[in-house]
Every structure is written in C-alpha cells, then in structure tokens.
C-alpha cells in the first residue's frame, strides 16, 4: 500500500484548505485512514479518523467543526477539508492506514504535506 498526500501550503489564519491522499497498490477491506499531524517539537497526534464499513469518524477536539474527513471510494482517496484554520494549525500532515486481517495489524504512512498558517 502507498499513500500519497497533496494539498498542503502556506495560508493565513481563517482561510481555509484541502488535503487529499491517494492510495495505490493492494486492495485492503477492514482498515481505518486517518490525518495525523506534528509540529516542531511535538508529538504527532491523531486530527481525524474514518473506518471502513461503517464509516464512523473521530475527530480531535481542536478541531471538531472546522474539519471535514471524507473518502472518495471510487478514486480511493482521503479528503481532509480545512476551515478556519488557525497558527496552531501549523505542521506536517501524514496520511496513515491501518489495515486489520485477523488479529495482525499493518501500519501505513504517507511521506506528509506541510500545511502553514501564518498570523
């Protein structure tokens, strides 16, 4: 599996902006895609998360309200729509899959898109 992430940049506070992550390679089914991201000197922390099947979402609370998780099935894409974002918005974005087949778990990272929001 390869992941992909386009779409970051540099904005100021309250605009807003989209995300996208492309995933290729083999046909997964129970799994669950998520954005994480991390700022300099910080650990990376989950922003939001959706699963496969059911399609439940999680979103972090910093930014429940101005951030919209979706996949597109068909083009076998993860969306990340960004509104109002704010300075402490500022990191590397990751897109991850974690692919469960029994009781094994397989870890997938994108290489990260950086995403700035100036003041």
């Known amino acids: 599996v390869q992941l992909v992430e386009s779409g970051g940049g540099l904005v100021q506070a309250g605009d807003s902006l989209k995300l996208s992550c492309a995933k290729s390679?083999?046909?997964?089914?129970?799994?669950?895609m998520a954005w994480y991201r991390q700022a300099p000197g910080k650990q990376r922390e989950l922003v939001a998360a959706i699963t496969s099947g059911d399609g439940k979402i999680t979103y972090a609370d910093s930014v429940k309200g101005r951030f919209t998780i979706s996949r597109d099935t068909g083009k076998d894409t993860l969306d990340l729509q960004m509104h109002s974002l704010k300075p402490e918005d500022t990191a590397m974005y990751y897109c991850?899959?974690?692919?469960?087949?029994?009781?094994?778990?397989?870890?997938?990272w994108g290489q990260g898109t950086q995403v700035t929001v100036s003041s």
């Open positions: 390679g083999r046909t997964v089914l129970q799994f669950v």
């Open positions: 991850n899959l974690l692919w469960r087949v029994g009781t094994y778990e397989y870890t997938y």
